[in-house]
């Protein structure tokens, strides 16, 4: 709060509601809210509709649940015992702020920290909540605040948490479900969120019957909550499509906007406040609403506009919110004075003149109906067909592992998955690919490093088919055993992880693959862990690994080696001591290791270097080739923590394809993972067009 005293946005926005307040007495306020609270607080009772009603109440009074008397309530009792009735009038303008400031907090938690005060300018300067609220009247920006308070809980994916106020908007304003369908649709299209959507479900089905299925046993409800009016206006735009039919506009444009984002499936968190802003603004447009059906998409278009990179769309905004303005002054109720409350309404009402046959009001509310429409189709574009992460999802990304056999292939792969979950990343394996078991007697005439001994046709068709989205199937290599298990199912997932002798050997599967990364160990460390896995986890004699490893060596010379060069990344662990891996028995999480990093391709490290010194504490040395190509040499041993937080920096874009929770590995692997990461994040950011 101590913020806002030195924010001359809210302190602007505030000065302008303050006055507004002070000045006008919503006339809808007047002659409907209040009359409802003051006999509500008079007589207070778990039926107030049908108490109201049965007093002579107006049936189009109050058409809102115990929610909104939850909030408005405490204010009209004040009200009503320092002035009466027009003290009840005048709390609900006052509460209307307190709300109106709460949602600005909300809005500046929703925004990104370098786009806050374009988003709340756009909302908390808007001419259309300024004169919603405290012109017009509606209370409409209590339900907003609920949906915008869930929105705050989904951006930091707690799903669950996040359907208690969704659920609780929904109860205090129906229409407010039609956000809803897009937040399942994000949910299923995100991997890693996908898990969550039946506790969000549930909870929200939960709070909004707990909180409807009472009051719908009373019959005041149901004639003014439930039977009101605003409820019909979704079908009123119509074309008649003959034989007594008719084609209800709204509803059809809604669910093709709702069909697109099941299409787009993998949304990130702002294609879906995109969706759900123009979901509301085409009920504005497509429907004869009330003013205060506005401000439902106002706060999510001002979190669109912040991050639009062009000028028309804001000046769209402006534009539209003025016509907003005029048409209602036209054809809306408006305010009186406070202070002299005798002249009447102040509106525009009496210049709604003709103009070529036709209403000024019916010629500006076309204009707006474009001005939205044209607002909406920039959104879409913009925020989700345009945006990185559309972009950088159309297809999975797929990275390529290759390597000698020990060299940290299987590591790798794991510590990848580490980083995006086992939902978002599924793992090939090249060794579920070799022809033969290891007990067929072709193995003495053919090593698993000859191309020929593996279906490598296979293989890159299993890959072209996940690169498809479509999952498959493959036999697994059960190395404690040495042979073939039966099909197992490989699912897809937004990132496909082949690793294996031969990852970069088949032309066609190179042309598949994003990232090509080789894994050149140090030759005496490769043989020691090798050795080291092979007899301490696999059960191989010493003697047949090494005479293994020295019969390997020449299909190794032709085979694998020169994949190292169709790599665009080449990692090499080196131990720092050729002493420590003298003995076989030395744990391997107790060598010293340093990492040898080289690219080909001109890319800047610059960044990237900058991080691991300033938060991993490395020894870093940088070699620039004159082909262009960069070599990196990195000593240290930084602690999980410290990659986690190097890890924020690094993923930019990337940050939504992260697991919820990753596991981030100390030291060389940890290292790794901050590299594959920087890969990552610099492959999004070209698909995206940066």
């Known amino acids: 709060m101590r913020e806002l005293g030195r924010d001359p946005i809210f302190l602007g926005g505030l000065a302008v509601r303050l006055a507004q307040l002070a000045l006008f007495a919503p006339v809808i306020q007047e002659v409907w809210f209040a009359p409802f609270l003051a006999r509500f607080v008079e007589a207070p009772g778990m039926a107030p509709w049908s108490d109201f009603l049965a007093s002579g109440g107006d049936a189009r009074a109050f058409p809102y649940g115990f929610l909104y008397i939850l909030a408005y309530g405490p204010g009209a009792a004040i009200g009503e015992l320092l002035a009466g009735e027009r003290g009840v009038a005048l709390s609900l303008s006052v509460t209307t702020l307190v709300i109106d400031i709460g949602l600005y907090l909300a809005l500046s938690r929703l925004a990104r920290r370098e786009e806050r005060r374009i988003s709340l300018a756009a909302y908390w300067l808007s001419p259309i909540t300024l004169y919603v609220g405290y012109f017009h009247g509606q209370l409409d920006v209590f339900p907003v605040l609920l949906l915008t308070a869930g929105f705050l809980f989904l951006r930091n994916h707690h799903a669950r948490w996040a359907a208690y106020p969704m659920g609780l908007a929904v109860a205090a304003k129906a229409s407010m479900i039609v956000a809803l369908p897009f937040v399942v649709v994000y949910l299923l299209g995100q991997a890693r969120l996908k898990a969550k959507l039946p506790a969000f479900g549930l909870a929200t089905i939960f709070v909004i019957a707990a909180l409807m299925l009472p009051s719908y046993s009373l019959e005041g409800f149901r004639t003014m909550v439930l039977g009101t009016p605003e409820l019909t206006k979704i079908t009123q735009l119509a074309v008649p499509y003959g034989g007594g039919l008719f084609l209800f506009i709204f509803p059809a444009a809604y669910f093709a906007l709702l069909f697109t984002a099941w299409r787009v499936r993998r949304m990130n968190f702002e294609a879906l406040v995109a969706f759900v802003a123009a979901a509301f603004l085409l009920l504005y447009c497509l429907t004869p609403a009330s003013p205060g059906w506005a401000l439902w998409f106002t706060p999510f278009l001002a979190v669109h506009l912040a991050r639009s990179h062009a000028p028309r769309a804001k000046l769209l905004y402006i534009g539209f919110s003025l016509a907003f303005v005029v048409l209602h002054l036209m054809i809306s109720q408006g305010a009186e004075l406070r202070l002299a409350p005798g002249l009447g309404e102040l509106n525009l009402a009496g210049l709604d003149i003709q103009v070529s046959g036709a209403a000024l009001s019916s010629w500006l509310l076309s204009a707006l109906v474009l001005v939205g429409g044209v607002l909406l189709a920039q959104t879409l574009r913009e925020r989700i067909f345009s945006g990185i992460f559309h972009r950088a999802t159309r297809k999975p990304i797929i990275v390529n592992i290759a390597g000698d056999s020990g060299a940290g292939k299987d590591?790798?792969?794991?510590?990848?998955?580490?980083?995006?979950?086992?939902?978002?990343?599924?793992?090939?394996?090249?060794?579920?690919?070799?022809?033969?078991?290891?007990?067929?007697?072709?193995?003495?005439?053919?090593?698993?490093?000859?191309?020929?001994?593996?279906?490598l046709d296979r293989l890159t068709e299993d890959v072209r088919e996940l690169a498809r989205g479509r999952p498959v199937r493959a036999r697994h290599y059960d190395h404690s055993v040495g042979r073939m298990t039966k099909p197992l199912s490989i699912p897809a997932a937004d990132t496909v992880v082949v690793s294996g002798l031969h990852a970069l050997y088949p032309r066609a599967l190179i042309e598949l693959s994003d990232l090509r990364i080789f894994l050149d160990m140090d030759e005496d460390l490769r043989r020691f862990l090798k050795v080291r896995r092979d007899v301490t986890q696999r059960g191989h004699p010493l003697e047949k690994v090494i005479s293994s490893l020295d019969r390997r060596a020449p299909d190794r010379e032709r085979f694998i080696l020169p994949q190292r060069e169709r790599a665009t990344l080449i990692l090499s662990l080196e131990p720092r001591r050729a002493r420590d891996i003298a003995d076989v028995e030395t744990a391997p999480e107790q060598l010293e290791l340093r990492l040898r990093v080289q690219s080909k391709r001109s890319e800047d490290f610059a960044r990237l270097s900058e991080i691991l010194v300033a938060v991993c504490g490395v020894f870093l040395v940088e070699k620039r080739w004159q082909d262009g190509g960069v070599e990196l040499l990195i000593e240290g041993h930084p602690t999980a923590r410290e990659v986690a937080n190097a890890a924020r920096h690094i993923a930019g874009d990337f940050k939504d394809f992260l697991s919820l929770s990753p596991v981030w590995h100390d030291g060389a692997n940890g290292l790794l993972q901050l590299m594959i990461l920087e890969q990552f994040s610099r492959l999004v950011a070209i698909r995206g067009g940066y």
């Open 411 to 455: 590591t790798l792969s794991d510590l990848i998955v580490d980083m995006l979950g086992p939902a978002a990343a599924t793992e090939v394996s090249g060794d579920d690919y070799h022809i033969w078991d290891r007990h067929k007697p072709m193995w003495q005439a053919l090593t698993h490093l000859n191309p020929k001994a593996n279906h």
